[in-house]
């Protein structure tokens, strides 16, 4: 008995039980300076509760965009201060005392994506159930900066129409609608029509030069400047000279004229008739002028390129490919070291065969282009076995190796198709 009442003692002393005494024990160290007081063990945290869900709700904020309401984070809304709802100042004029919320009539779907730009940081998708303007008009409103407006219209098939600068001068400005814009009058649309008419009437001469009946005339030293299509190319000259002095008395920016790729063929197109006339005067020798004027007449076929101005189909397919040179280089790569691989394969096969058409694996470089872009003129081509093997894999590489960026080029041209401009605003017309 004696020995179970030492050890309970022994219990007691290890264990503190939990009663008032022992408690202002345990924590008398804090009130060395005052009596313990039990209050200060039996507090009533109800009203830390309170303050600390009143600290909570002050951080809230109750967005409300034509009866439908929204519950964020005045943090969440700080990400962006320079917009509408990240500013307090701005967002304070919207502020209803009454229901404790500001209030916006404004696009109800539209304002979802809104919000969830600030949540995500910067993440903006437009719902499927706003239309683009409707959705643009909402950014706007609610000041969502103009890089995110572009950037969100470039994805939705829109680009900013570059601003034109227009001359100061009313003739000057006459000027520049008629050689710029062939929809502002009727004299315009002419003036279009007419360029487009030479540009056709300098081609078909150029063709016809090339003819047999007509080939040696411009060489002979007796007619030379009595031809026939000597006088049609003179007076198509005259026209693009007349054209070229219009665009410069009538545009703003010369230097940035003459750097375009249309200022540099409107200046080749005059070019031709200058060298022709120099070299009819100083050779005497009838084969060396057919020689010079065989160059000046190449030269004369990329006049045709002057129509990109007046068709759209053309500037598409332009941008298209100045847009896809990425592709197009890795095509040529690609097709580079398979034409090499394929005429040497193709040399070593038909080495043994006595009548061979692969004397050298450069003479087989044709084969092997023509045959991987399934042309094959029939002026080289295998004999044996192997050889027969090697150009039937040469055939199937060559259409895998073109199908492969075509769809990438015609994704460009679709979209380069779908762009639709947007008018400049007013700060860049200022600019």
């Not at 990400?79 to 100042?89: A, C, E, K, M, V």
């Not at 230097?255 to 120099?278: H, K, Q």
Request: with cysteine.
């Amino acid at each position: 008995m004696a020995a179970a009442l030492v050890a309970m003692g022994q219990a007691s002393q290890s264990v503190d039980i939990a009663t008032p005494r022992t408690l202002r024990r345990q924590m008398s160290w804090p009130f060395k300076s005052r009596s313990p007081n039990w209050k200060d063990f039996d507090r009533d945290l109800t009203e830390e509760w309170r303050r600390a869900e009143f600290s909570l709700h002050k951080k809230r904020v109750i967005i409300n965009v034509s009866g439908l309401r929204f519950e964020t984070q005045l943090e969440t809304l700080s990400r962006f201060p320079d917009t509408l709802l990240g500013n307090p100042d701005k967002l304070s004029k919207y502020y209803d005392p009454v229901r404790m919320e500001y209030f916006f009539d404004r696009h109800r779907p539209s304002a979802e994506a809104i919000l969830t730009y600030y949540q995500t940081g910067g993440v903006l998708k437009r719902p499927m159930e706003a239309p683009v303007d409707v959705f643009t008009d909402e950014l706007r409103f609610f000041e969502m900066g103009e890089d995110n407006i572009v950037s969100f219209r470039y994805e939705e098939g829109y680009v900013k129409k570059q601003p034109v600068h227009k001359p100061k001068g009313d003739l000057r400005k006459k000027i520049w609608r008629i050689t710029e814009d062939p929809k502002s009058s009727w004299i315009a649309k002419h003036f279009s029509y007419t360029s487009v008419f030479f540009i056709l009437l300098s081609t078909c001469v150029a063709s016809l030069e090339t003819l047999s009946d007509y080939i040696g005339e411009l060489s002979m030293e007796d007619s030379r400047f009595t031809n026939p299509f000597f006088i049609l190319e003179i007076g198509v000259t005259v026209w693009f000279v007349i054209e070229i002095a219009l665009r410069l008395t009538g545009i703003v920016n010369k230097r940035a004229y003459g750097r375009s790729c249309l200022g540099v063929l409107d200046i080749m197109s005059i070019l031709p008739l200058f060298f022709n006339v120099i070299a009819m005067l100083a050779i005497r020798d009838a084969q060396t002028l057919h020689t010079v004027l065989r160059c000046t007449r190449m030269i004369r076929a990329l006049r045709i390129l002057k129509l990109s101005r007046h068709s759209r189909g053309l500037k598409l397919m332009g941008k298209t490919l100045a847009g896809s040179l990425s592709d197009i280089a890795m095509l040529l790569g690609f097709m580079a070291i398979l034409i090499v691989l394929f005429a040497a394969g193709i040399f070593f096969a038909e080495e043994s065969d006595p009548d061979s058409h692969f004397h050298s694996i450069p003479e087989a470089f044709w084969w092997a282009l023509v045959t991987m872009v399934t042309l094959g003129y029939g002026d080289m081509y295998p004999q044996t076995p192997g050889g027969k093997f090697v150009g039937s894999v040469c055939a199937v590489a060559g259409i895998l190796t073109v199908a492969l960026p075509v769809p990438v080029i015609v994704t460009n041209f679709d979209t380069m198709y779908n762009l639709r401009e947007d008018e400049p605003t007013e700060e860049d017309k200022e600019d």
